[in-house]
């Protein structure tokens, strides 16, 4: 039997792990030490994904590499992601692992109004980090079409859902609320802008892999119809029976100041034409085409009341 091999242990990775564990495959769910939640069915083990000779090592005689890395310190993804990138890179084309790819939306530019954005919307991020993915996937793209490997890219949005807490724009907030505190919004809170559960990007992720006409493309995971900021907390609080809590919205330029002297809010900030415009997605060809559809919604809030898939 082939293996799955799955980089990365945070939120998406396990989710990813664990559905192919449920599907019958062989999983090697891989991170820098190796441990973590244990995910049923799933081999752990300890991989430096900087290194092309041990990647290239483990991706042998393995069917799909899915790369569900994701450094969370922004100040460090120029040191982070190009030795990675290129050891997945070599790693899959000495295999001939099909490589699928857990990517963002940094790399869009800010929609005109009233669009929403799709997998062809236009690229060219006015932020740094977004410039750098882009540049990315698009090597990736660009070598699948010349043949070297073949691969895949799926794109989120803010995660949701199982083991989302602190590391992610739409539920950050989610701890303090139930706990019963006040809570404070980045940018405009009552704008649309779509949440995308990270049980629904596996479920995008293993579908594309397996499907050779999906390949070479970009894919949007599947996701529920958009919620605003304020609209995603108060729901939350609902399905947890909790009452709602106060709530304000910082100023931009308390946020621009905390940024000279903190550098991973000056990093947040440089995405933050996110949440000051609708950012919404359009997931529609992913339902059509892999016959992915997102979690229902009440569920995805239990999930990320909870934490619990």
Not at 12 to 35: I, K, P
Not at 49 to 68: E, G, K, L
Request: with cysteine.
């Amino acid at each position: 039997m082939s293996t799955h091999l799955v980089l990365g242990a945070g939120p998406v990775g396990r989710a990813t792990a664990a559905l192919l564990a449920e599907q019958g495959q062989r999983v090697v769910l891989a991170s820098r030490s190796g441990t973590g939640p244990d995910v049923p069915g799933v081999e752990r083990r300890a991989l430096d994904a900087t290194d092309v000779a041990a990647v290239t090592a483990a991706a042998a005689d393995t069917a799909v590499i899915y790369n569900c890395l994701n450094p969370g310190d922004y100040t460090q993804w120029e040191d982070h992601w190009p030795p990675m990138h290129r050891a997945l890179l070599a790693a899959a084309e000495s295999s001939g692992a099909v490589l699928a790819v857990a990517s963002n939306l940094y790399m869009y530019r800010p929609p005109a109004a009233g669009t929403v954005l799709t997998p062809e919307s236009p690229e060219g991020s006015p932020d740094h980090k977004g410039q750098l993915r882009g540049a990315l996937d698009a090597e990736i793209l660009a070598a699948h079409r010349a043949g070297r490997i073949r691969a895949v890219i799926v794109r989120s949005s803010d995660y949701v859902g199982a083991g989302i807490r602190e590391n992610s724009m739409g539920t950050r907030l989610v701890a303090t609320a139930l706990a019963g505190k006040r809570v404070t919004f980045l940018g405009k809170p009552d704008l649309p802008h779509s949440w995308t559960d990270v049980q629904d990007v596996a479920a995008t992720l293993v579908a594309a892999a397996a499907d050779p006409t999906a390949h070479g493309r970009v894919w949007f995971a599947a996701t529920n119809p958009p919620r605003t900021q304020r609209e995603l907390l108060s729901e939350v609080l609902a399905s947890a029976g909790k009452p709602s809590v106060p709530m304000s919205t910082m100023p931009d330029w308390v946020l621009a100041v905390a940024g000279w002297f903190v550098p991973m809010l000056r990093e947040v900030r440089g995405v933050g034409y996110q949440f000051t415009a609708p950012w919404v997605i359009d997931s529609t060809a992913t339902e059509r085409e892999l016959g992915v559809t997102p979690t229902p919604w009440d569920q995805v809030l239990q999930r990320t009341a909870t934490g619990n898939g």
